[in-house]
């Protein structure tokens, strides 16, 4: 069974950095493209990254796109979201998100069989 387990979030000033990590347990790292998403109080939830299966493609939503960056290394079972440059508006739950090793964007909650609890990120000064 899949396991996803998000760290590294926390309260920030705008204009600061974060770091969130998953740690995936249970399959093979691997064998998985990683999301990011989140959902801000009243919103749906939001893609904001994805990375494939081996870190080939990665691809951002227009929001956080020059800000945010996602990594993975699979040595380690873990994902990344670099945030710099935070804003007020970037203030959600962060969830990630395992899916099946497919090609595409994967920028849809459908396209992910696995969800991490999710780590709040709060941007406020």
């Known amino acids: 069974q899949v396991q996803l387990e998000e760290s590294g979030g926390g309260l920030v000033q705008p204009g600061d950095s974060l770091k969130l990590s998953c740690l995936l347990t249970?399959?093979?790292?691997?064998?998985?493209?990683m999301g990011w998403f989140r959902q801000a109080p009243g919103k749906e939830r939001q893609f904001v990254a994805s990375?494939?299966?081996?870190?080939?493609?990665?691809f951002y939503s227009d929001s956080v796109k020059g800000r945010f960056t996602i990594s993975r290394d699979n040595a380690k079972n873990t994902a990344y979201l670099q945030m710099d440059s935070l804003r007020s508006e970037d203030t959600a739950v962060y969830y990630c998100?395992?899916?099946?090793?497919?090609?595409?964007?994967?920028?849809?909650?459908?396209?992910?069989?696995?969800w991490g609890q999710g780590t709040q990120v709060t941007v406020s000064s």
């Open positions: 998100a395992a899916g099946p090793k497919i090609r595409g964007e994967n920028r849809d909650a459908d396209d992910y069989s696995y």
């Open positions: 249970g399959r093979t790292f691997s064998q998985y493209n």
């Open positions: 990375i494939s299966w081996l870190g080939g493609s990665t």
